[in-house]
């Protein structure tokens, strides 16, 4: 048999049907979230910025997926899929995003900052690599408790503009300790090209602090979830950090009123993103080349997190706002 | 104490045009690279973008991707770049997008430009000039809210603009990119689209320690500061419905600091309420209080209070956020009490 | 205020030892570390060289390089890692050498630490302290000199810490690490060697946010931080030759502000001159002059004075550093002048 | 002939004997301006602390002597090798050591901030890498107003601990600026071994930014100068930044007063770096070996320094004191 059916035998005996299913499931979980968003902020009923993550479901889903329930995660502003992916619910992430006290921060956090210790989601952080000490502090609390925790940071390819990533790396490799750095190279930092922002060659940065490193296709949530899974075991055996450098793409604006976009990046290139790589459609035609799924078993999947979504807005929508007495509570622990 | 480096007297306001806040950086900016071509800006997203708040925009259009320049997201990176340009003769303006950001480049700020000409016994200059914008209610949540001010104030060395109108805003940048030292000039963001004011068409600087008296009052000062302005001279309206005549004084710098025109208005009318939407404690509404105190004890007639940021991490939720910036009634009420009116 | 969070009464003063200032602190995290095995200390040389203090001297022998950790010069890198080990179950200690180092670390102590519980809805908790020492003539220069204290004063969610006395500091450190928030204590290097003093050889803890009164009077307050608090005490002797009463009262934490403390012993005395060794604009001494006159308005005979650092980067030579930090001189001329004696 | 004498002629040809004897006086030069900073120190003459330069001699005077007079440099802590190295006068640099009012900085700096316009130098810096974004910028301003000069950034590996250092090195790559990175590699940060503090390897980091890197032996004054020469006139054409690795040793303690140094270096390791590695004695002997000049010449090139540098400690310690009125000049241009 040709080599691109074995591998797919391969990955289907490996990772199994169910968690096959599952990725498709959290996938399709993240694209109806997201695409709700978007209607709410374009409806003008959530407040602030709303940074899509739609066409990068892969990296999230394909992470977590490999990640125990008590392991760490860190987002970003870009961070609804983690979150979900981590296990957040939908209808208190909903509610956090419109303000409301129902929301998993009470309405303080906001879309930028959803955080959950039940899911170890130690926060999304609204300044660009601010969370890479936090989740390497708490690789270091894994480590020194003997919890056998790992954390992963997620961030984007434009936070290697931060000096406090390598402060962070050093000390990651030089303690060995288990803190997988994600890096979800969409190619834009904002309206930038990341190649404008970057010398040299990503890969080779953490390489050089020694730190295990591997490039892969982001919008392949098996690849993702078998890569990621062989480094978060390896960190958890205690043999050190890891670095993954994604390779992705965000089908919408760097936040949704980012609507005209020509002037930084060519339609063309958003068209063939969409249309070629999209990871929810290319699992989805895996799972049925490989007999894993029927078209019947998709929509059935699809519909019924259409109606969790649904009912999840309308919970948030008619959520109350918080009393504005609440603003002097939760300033000190 | 207005800087000899940019002391021409500010012209009579025989404003000809109206133009916004924003614009007024921009011109102010585009005037000074037009005429210095020492004068570059870069920061994120400042080139085609125009900055996240689209200020810039048109300017790479005039002066090219070379003096208008996208960078990588450094600050550190890109603002200690600047303080060396600014040591070998450049006068560059590094973009700060967020204020809250300002964090992460204090030792840039602090340790180094504010300290290099003096360390250096008066042998270096650095005349760069830090862009970064302050002010709340944009539902940005704890990390893009906030007004830091006070820290580049408490240190020596730095000069600090936290202007309130076009006009002020566009003389005083001007007088901060020809000023030798470093300067840090604050831009309110709610200012960018709901502050619009008259500026003359003709080119006027407007040196640096000059306070401006932004309504004439007899029975109470307002001191406030950029967004803070605009909610006083509200609240200066609502007090003149009830006969009190409130006086608004705007520092436009909070160092050089014009001490003598805050003094003299509050010796004038005896009460004094500073508003500054920075957080309150060990802060400039600190200052400003305890200079007037310091300066015109003996004139007040009860002590001179402050109206703030609230001491809180800026909640995202409309419904928390909205309480914790001063308000123009609550500006009212608290003149009208000290006023027992 | 005292906080909940360490509000155990403070013995009586039955002091049995005496120590120095650093050996208190040397002290408590020993005790703190014998008592919760999740109290960790990492900074730069801080295990066999004990730290460039030497403070620390014998830590690293008692519990292993597991616990006191020398880190690279990574400020910005460790103290961020103590964050995040703070959220998930560790008590960590960061070591900032000098407190002119705070401005590498302000992200993370300010837009991190600061503010993740109340981002967070109050779910995690970052019981993080980080030690930071202040303090001039060491001839140490410009970069190596500051008293930064009033940055993190100004920045809600975190707490401030002081101290003047070695029963001070290590009653106060105890409570730091047992608070469940973030904590920065600053140290004053002179300290370490001049100031020595009695501390009970019974474990105690004091909370963050009581005042102290070092020495009663009746003619006059000095409010004094730190370092100042022992050259208050010094004026308050040369007052008393005088024929004048002072009274000296430290906060010893500048968040939370014990505020009522301060503002009774002025409503007493009527007078007060606040001293603090940071900058004296948009300062701790401003805060501290504020809340005072609010306060205590109707009782003052006169102004609320200020004797801080001056404003200058701080000299190297010592014919120039020495004049830029108050001394019992100054406090005393000042002291007589406003009780017009 | 041997390929050792050959390489040998081959400097003595390339560099030239008046620049060898040259090399050979400003190590000289720093060795005996650094032993009376010692001698002041202990006799209690000299406020602050001494970071001595001792033993890295080769590293200033190869690299500064491959820069033209208007070329920048920024130095560290350890600077006063690489001030004096650039062109500083020995009375004034003493003169600012002991905090008097004809020093460099009128006393306001010290010894961490000796700076002068008048030889490019733009300052000592008492920030680990605090002056990386200052060299850059120089760097940038120099590219921008086209006046060919180059700026050298000197530091200490410890520095490799600070993130700003990957930020400018980003910058200086991404926009090919005429910098040169100097990291002088002596093993120690204050007490702590390079090793423990620094994960994989010191060269990779630079390399993968695309920072042409090269490792030399910093002890090798011939070395440091024809390597420094290659890439600073490679940086003049505007082909970009350069790292040099200089492996090199400080003879003395942190500071004047670390003398019990035992807990974290091995006496041992001193010893064999001053009795074999000493830059001085090696190109001594190179220039005797290869007939550049005798005994008696090297002793009169001493001997002229020894008057002079004992003629400026005299000049500094009789110097006056500032005017306290002086404080508060020089807070603003
Ligand atoms: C320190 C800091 N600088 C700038 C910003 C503004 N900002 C928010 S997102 C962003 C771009 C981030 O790009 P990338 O890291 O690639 O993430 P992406 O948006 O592509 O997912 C910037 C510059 C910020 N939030 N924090
Ligand atoms: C940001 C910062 N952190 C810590 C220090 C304290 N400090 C001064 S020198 C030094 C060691 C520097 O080692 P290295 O860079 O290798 O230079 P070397 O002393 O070996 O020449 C340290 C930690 C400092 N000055 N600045
Ligand atoms: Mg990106
Ligand atoms: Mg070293």
Same mark, same amino acid.
């Given at each position: 048999?040709?080599?691109?059916?074995?591998?797919?035998?391969?990955?289907?005996?490996?990772?199994?049907?169910?968690?096959?299913?599952?990725?498709?499931?959290?996938?399709?979980?993240?694209?109806?979230?997201?695409?709700?968003?978007?209607?709410?902020?374009?409806?003008?009923?959530?407040?602030?910025?709303?940074?899509?993550?739609?066409?990068?479901?892969?990296?999230?889903?394909?992470?977590?997926?490999?990640?125990?329930?008590?392991?760490?995660?860190?987002?970003?502003?870009?961070?609804?899929?983690?979150?979900?992916?981590?296990?957040?619910?939908?209808?208190?992430?909903?509610?956090?995003?419109?303000?409301?006290?129902?929301?998993?921060?009470?309405?303080?956090?906001?879309?930028?900052?959803?955080?959950?210790?039940?899911?170890?989601?130690?926060?999304?952080?609204?300044?660009?690599?601010?969370?890479?000490?936090?989740?390497?502090?708490?690789?270091?609390?894994?480590?020194?408790?003997?919890?056998?925790?790992?954390?992963?940071?997620?961030?984007?390819?434009?936070?290697?503009?931060?000096?406090?990533?390598?402060?962070?790396?050093?000390?990651?490799?030089?303690?060995?300790?288990?803190?997988?750095?994600?890096?979800?190279?969409?190619?834009?930092?904002?309206?930038?090209?990341?190649?404008?922002?970057?010398?040299?060659?990503?890969?080779?940065?953490?390489?050089?602090?020694?730190?295990?490193?591997?490039?892969?296709?982001?919008?392949?949530?098996?690849?993702?979830?078998?890569?990621?899974?062989?480094?978060?075991?390896?960190?958890?055996?205690?043999?050190?950090?890891?670095?993954?450098?994604?390779?992705?793409?965000?089908?919408?604006?760097?936040?949704?009123?980012?609507?005209?976009?020509?002037?930084?990046?060519?339609?063309?290139?958003?068209?063939?993103?969409?249309?070629?790589?999209?990871?929810?459609?290319?699992?989805?035609?895996?799972?049925?080349?490989?007999?894993?799924?029927?078209?019947?078993?998709?929509?059935?999947?699809?519909?019924?997190?259409?109606?969790?979504?649904?009912?999840?807005?309308?919970?948030?929508?008619?959520?109350?706002?918080?009393?504005?007495?609440?603003?002097?509570?939760?300033?000190?622990? | 104490?207005?800087?000899?480096?940019?002391?021409?007297?500010?012209?009579?306001?025989?404003?000809?045009?109206?133009?916004?806040?924003?614009?007024?950086?921009? /011109?102010?900016?585009?005037?000074?690279?037009?005429?210095?071509?020492?004068?570059?800006?870069?920061? /994120?997203?400042?080139?085609?973008?125009?900055?996240?708040?689209?200020?810039?925009?048109?300017?790479?259009? /005039?002066?090219?991707?070379?003096?208008?320049?996208?960078?990588?997201?450094?600050?550190?990176?890109?603002?200690?770049?600047?303080?060396?340009?600014?040591?070998?003769?450049?006068?560059?303006?590094?973009?700060?997008?967020?204020?809250?950001?300002?964090?992460?480049?204090?030792?840039?700020?602090?340790?180094?430009?504010?300290?290099?000409?003096?360390?250096?016994?008066?042998?270096?200059?650095?005349?760069?000039?830090?862009?970064?914008?302050?002010?709340?209610?944009?539902?940005?949540?704890?990390?893009?809210?906030?007004?830091?001010?006070?820290?580049?104030?408490?240190?020596?060395?730095?000069?600090?603009?936290?202007?309130?109108?076009?006009?002020?805003?566009?003389?005083?940048?001007?007088?901060?990119?020809?000023?030798?030292?470093?300067?840090?000039?604050?831009?309110?963001?709610?200012?960018?689209?709901?502050?619009?004011?008259?500026?003359?068409?003709?080119?006027?600087?407007?040196?640096?320690?000059?306070?401006?008296?932004?309504? /004439?009052?007899?029975?109470?000062?307002?001191?406030?500061?950029?967004?803070?302005?605009?909610?006083?001279?509200?609240?200066?309206?609502?007090?003149?419905?009830?006969?009190?005549?409130?006086?608004?004084?705007?520092?436009?710098?909070?160092?050089?600091?014009?001490?003598?025109?805050?003094?003299?208005?509050?010796?004038?009318?005896?009460?004094?309420?500073?508003?500054?939407?920075?957080?309150?404690?060990?802060?400039?509404?600190?200052?400003?209080?305890?200079?007037?105190?310091?300066?015109?004890?003996?004139?007040?007639?009860?002590?001179?209070?402050?109206?703030?940021?609230?001491?809180?991490?800026?909640?995202?939720?409309?419904?928390?956020?909205?309480?914790?910036?001063?308000?123009?009634?609550?500006?009212?009420?608290?003149?009208?009490?000290?006023?027992?009116?």
């Amino acid at each position: 048999m040709t080599t691109a059916t074995k591998m797919a035998t391969d990955a289907a005996v490996q990772i199994g049907k169910e968690k096959l299913l599952r990725l498709y499931e959290q996938m399709i979980a993240i694209r109806l979230f997201e695409e709700r968003v978007n209607d709410l902020y374009t409806r003008a009923l959530m407040p602030g910025l709303a940074h899509l993550y739609i066409g990068e479901e892969a990296i999230a889903v394909g992470v977590c997926e490999a990640l125990q329930p008590d392991d760490y995660i860190t987002s970003t502003h870009r961070g609804h899929g983690h979150c979900l992916a981590k296990g957040a619910s939908p209808p208190l992430m909903f509610a956090e995003l419109l303000g409301k006290e129902a929301g998993y921060c009470k309405g303080k956090g906001g879309s930028m900052h959803i955080a959950d210790p039940a899911t170890g989601n130690l926060g999304a952080n609204a300044i660009v690599c601010g969370s890479a000490g936090i989740a390497t502090g708490a690789a270091y609390a894994s480590k020194y408790l003997k919890n056998g925790r790992v954390a992963v940071c997620f961030f984007g390819e434009g936070a290697l503009g931060q000096g406090i990533l390598y402060e962070e790396m050093n000390l990651a490799q030089l303690w060995k300790l288990p803190v997988i750095f994600v890096c979800e190279n969409n190619s834009y930092n904002e309206y930038t090209h990341f190649k404008e922002a970057t010398a040299g060659d990503v890969a080779a940065r953490p390489e050089a602090f020694g730190i295990a490193t591997h490039t892969i296709d982001g919008q392949d949530v098996r690849t993702v979830y078998q890569t990621a899974s062989r480094y978060i075991e390896r960190a958890r055996r205690g043999e050190g950090p890891a670095f993954l450098q994604c390779i992705t793409y965000r089908y919408h604006g760097h936040h949704v009123g980012d609507i005209a976009r020509a002037y930084y990046r060519p339609k063309a290139e958003e068209q063939e993103w969409v249309t070629q790589k999209d990871p929810i459609t290319l699992h989805g035609q895996w799972l049925m080349d490989n007999r894993m799924a029927d078209r019947a078993t998709l929509d059935a999947i699809q519909e019924k997190l259409v109606k969790e979504m649904d009912a999840a807005v309308e919970f948030a929508v008619n959520a109350p706002y918080p009393d504005p007495s609440r603003v002097t509570e939760d300033i000190y622990a | 104490m207005p800087d000899a480096a940019t002391a021409t007297v500010a012209p009579p306001r025989d404003a000809t045009k109206e133009i916004g806040f924003g614009d007024a950086v921009r /011109e102010a900016i585009a005037e000074e690279m037009r005429r210095d071509p020492t004068v570059v800006l870069m920061g /994120e997203d400042v080139a085609e973008a125009g900055t996240t708040f689209k200020v810039l925009k048109g300017l790479v259009e /005039e002066f090219g991707p070379g003096r208008i320049i996208d960078t990588p997201i450094s600050e550190v990176g890109f603002t200690g770049l600047c303080v060396g340009a600014a040591m070998t003769g450049m006068r560059p303006i590094a973009d700060i997008m967020f204020g809250d950001f300002l964090m992460l480049v204090m030792d840039q700020i602090g340790n180094q430009a504010a300290k290099i000409h003096y360390m250096s016994g008066g042998k270096w200059n650095v005349p760069i000039v830090i862009r970064a914008t302050m002010g709340a209610t944009r539902r940005s949540a704890a990390q893009h809210s906030q007004s830091l001010h006070a820290w580049p104030s408490h240190i020596p060395g730095l000069k600090v603009v936290v202007p309130s109108t076009p006009y002020d805003a566009k003389g005083l940048f001007k007088a901060a990119v020809r000023d030798n030292n470093p300067v840090v000039f604050f831009e309110d963001k709610i200012s960018y689209t709901k502050v619009k004011g008259l500026v003359p068409t003709e080119e006027y600087v407007i040196p640096l320690g000059v306070a401006d008296v932004k309504r /004439e009052g007899s029975d109470i000062t307002f001191i406030a500061t950029s967004s803070m302005v605009q909610v006083a001279l509200g609240a200066a309206a609502m007090l003149e419905e009830v006969g009190i005549s409130a006086e608004v004084v705007d520092p436009r710098t909070t160092w050089p600091l014009d001490e003598e025109t805050l003094i003299n208005s509050v010796k004038k009318t005896s009460r004094c309420i500073v508003m500054d939407e920075g957080y309150g404690r060990y802060s400039v509404a600190a200052e400003l209080a305890q200079t007037v105190q310091e300066g015109a004890f003996y004139d007040l007639d009860g002590p001179v209070r402050r109206l703030c940021a609230m001491h809180v991490p800026i909640p995202f939720s409309p419904a928390l956020e909205d309480v914790t910036v001063p308000t123009e009634k609550q500006a009212f009420d608290l003149a009208r009490q000290m006023c027992n009116r």
